[in-house]
Structures are given as C-alpha cells and as structure tokens.
C-alpha cells in the first residue's frame, strides 16, 4: 500500500515539475519574441531619420508628411506601457511611413536616387523583420496563453501567477499587408 | 512536423542499409565475375561505409560542388541576406549559408545539408533577377522549410548515392566487357561465368534505376509540405505560387544539374522530364507545377 502511495505521489511530483518548467520555458519565449520586436524595431526608428533627410532634398513641398513620418517616430519611441499601447504607436508609425512612399511616387529624381534605393530596400526588409517578429510573438502568445487556461495546467498557472499576455495587434486590416513600395 | 523530422531521419538510416546492401551485392558479383573472390565484398563494404559518412558530413559542400555554387557574399547580395533573415525571424530557425549559381539563363533554387545548423541555400542568378521580392520570399521560403524538417538530409543522401551508384555501374559494365576478359582466362570456372555476367549485367542497369525509383518516390510528397510550410512561413502563398508560375515558364537550362541533384531544385530543372506530357509520371521528381500552384492559392483564399 505504501509503495502506491510514494509511487502516485512522486508521478505527481514529477508532473509538476515538468508542467512548471514547461511554462517557464513557454514564457521564456514570449520574452524572447518581444525582444526580438524590439530589436527590429530599433532598427526602424535608426533608419528614419537617414530617410527623411534623403527625401527632404526633393520634397520640398510635402513638408508635412515628413514631420509626420518624424513625429510618429518620436512617439513610438517614447511609448511607455504595454504591448497593446506599443502596437498602437508602432501601427501609427506604419501608417506615415506608408503615406511617405506613397507621396515619393510622385518624385521620379527621388525615386531614381541610389541612396533612396538602398533605404527603400532596407524599409521594406525591416518593416517585413517587424512583421515577422510580431507573427512570431503572437504565435508564442497564443501557445503561452492556451497552456495557462487549459486544464490541468491551469492549476499551477493560477498557484504561481502565471498571467496571460497580450497579442501585439494590427487594428487596421490594411496594415496586415506589407507595405508596397514599387520604385 | 515533428513528425516529418523523424520520418526523414527514418528514412535516411534505411536509405543508408538498403544502399549498403545493394553495393555489398554488386560487390559479391563483381568479385565473382573478376576473380577476386570475398575480396569484392569486403572492398564493397569499406566503399559503403565511406560513401554513408562522406554522404552526412560532406555531402553538402559535394552538391554544391558539383553544382558550381560559390558563397554569396552579403555586400554583392544584399536583398538576398536581407530576404533570408526575414524569413529566420518568421521560422525561429538558424541562418543558414547562402550561395550563388552563376547561372543567368534557368531560375531556380536548392537547399542542402545535414541539419538546420548545417544548411546550405543556393540559387541561380537568373532567380535574383528574374523574380520580384515577394516571389523570392516564397522561394526561399520554400527552401527553409525543407531545412526545418530535415528533408535536405535524406535528399543529399540520395544525391550522393544516386550519383555513386551510376559512376559504379558504369565502370562496372565498362570492366566486365572490356577488362574483364583477360583476368577470366586463368580462371578455370567458365560455365558459372555466362549466368553471372546476365546477372552482372542486369544488376548494373538495374541498381541506377532502383536509386532512381526511390530519389522519385520520396520527394514528391516533400514538395507538397515544402510548399504548405513557406505558406505558413510567410502567410502569403501567392508569392510563392507566382514565383513557381514563372520559373516553370521559363525555358532556360540549367546546365550544373543533373540526375544525382535534380530532386534538390525547387523545380525540376531538366526540362525533358519536366515537359513530359503524362502528367505526375514515374520519372518526374516534381509533382505538376500546375497543381501546386492551385494548392498554394486555394490557400491564399
């Protein structure tokens, strides 16, 4: 009899532990999605001013859509909160920069300028970065949050804090698209 | 997929066993018909051993060799590291090293390697300047998922080994027909001779064909997933239904392929086989195009 019981609560024991360091690992992860947003990200707000500066030359009229390009960065950085609050800023961002190319179109010596060319191709490769990393996350989002609601692990999820985290959104259905920058 | 990774090692350990056993009886033979008796079995078996670990551990750098892909260096090939990075970020895999064909007439791609820490991407330069960014997206795409799940392993297995198979047939044929002869003379066994060079014979034809059969047989379905996973990867399949639309259009050659590697490229490249009326046939290492292209959009849908 003794030994059943030693043996139930040991499998016991050991799931637990399993079950623990399976959502340490899960949420291990989510950290490591941010960060890589994060990283991506930065990398963004580095480029902007560099593009701006290109398009300022040609641009001359279209003084506005640059500052908002400028202004968007700038609150982007800023942003203190959370996923959610960073996804906001971060669509916003999107959003100028969008409207940025599409005013450039207009410009055929800006569009044939060889320093625009390689920023363009470093936009598009960064906005998809920022994209992909943002996919990534969720996805990690999703499994983190599903392990914490499912049952049994949900036990050990409410016992030890585990909280569910939030998705990093794109409200606009149109921001789902990348953005297409056809020079 | 987890899966699929196990299926693929599976397959390349039996892969390994059954090409043992097939050399160890080409062997057998050989040594019979040439007189050198249980030293042909033994010479077989080093042979096999060597050519499994060679196969694993330098079988990459030899596909690659043979193909005349040189590395891609990222200052000459910005988009293309660009391109891939996205991708590692998407598929949470490693970088792998990415390499070029000098090739400006066929567009087309491959991936080889041993796992996804030692992976290789090629492709021509007829693909960079032919394709638009989001078609190579879905190529390259296309090319990490067959890392992701192992598929380059088995596929550079088979490539070394249908390879080898075909350069030991051949000499084999060549050797009994023209060398063989002397070596007989001061063997006294000559009734037993006439039924093992049938046999010799029918072996040598038929082992490429074997290796051919399987090299077949198993990339097709692999082609499939391939194609599902880069949907997946990049959550937009009409990059990559776009893309094989337009390398299947294009009717440049693509001479570094051949049969060993023609199972490795995103598309067939030998064009005879491609162009083959019947489609699906035995002989194509490629499902249709037609028909992953309709896969891929009904996705998108």
Redesign the interface.
Known sequence: MLWILVVIIAVGLIWLISAYNGLIRLRQRVKNGWS?IDV?LKRRYDLIPNLVETCKGYMQHEREVLENVTRARTQAIEVSGGAAEQAKAENFLSQTLRSLFAVAENYPQLKANENMLKLQ??L??TE??VS??R??YNDQVMKFNTKTEVFPTNLIAGAFGFTKKDFFQTEVPEERE?IKVNF | MYEEIGQNKRNSIILVVVFAAVLILLGYIFGQVAGFGYFGIVLAFIISTAMALTGYFRGDKIVLAVSRAKPASREKY??LY??V???I??S?LPMPKLYIIHDNDAPNAFATGRDPDHASIAVTTALLNRLN??EL?GVLAHELSHIGDYDILFATLIGIMVGMVALMADFFLRYTFWGGGRRRSSNNSSSGNGFIMILALALAILAPLFALIIQLAVSRQREYLADANAALMT??PEGLASALEKISRDPGVLEVSNRATQHLYIISPIKSIRDRKKKSSLFSTHPPVEDRIKRLREMGE
Do not use: K
């Open positions: 890589q991506q191709e470093e598009t490769t998809n970065r992909f990393a996919q990534h990348p | 910005p988009q660009n391109i990075e996205e991708l970020i998407a949470g960014r989001t997206q959550r937009y």
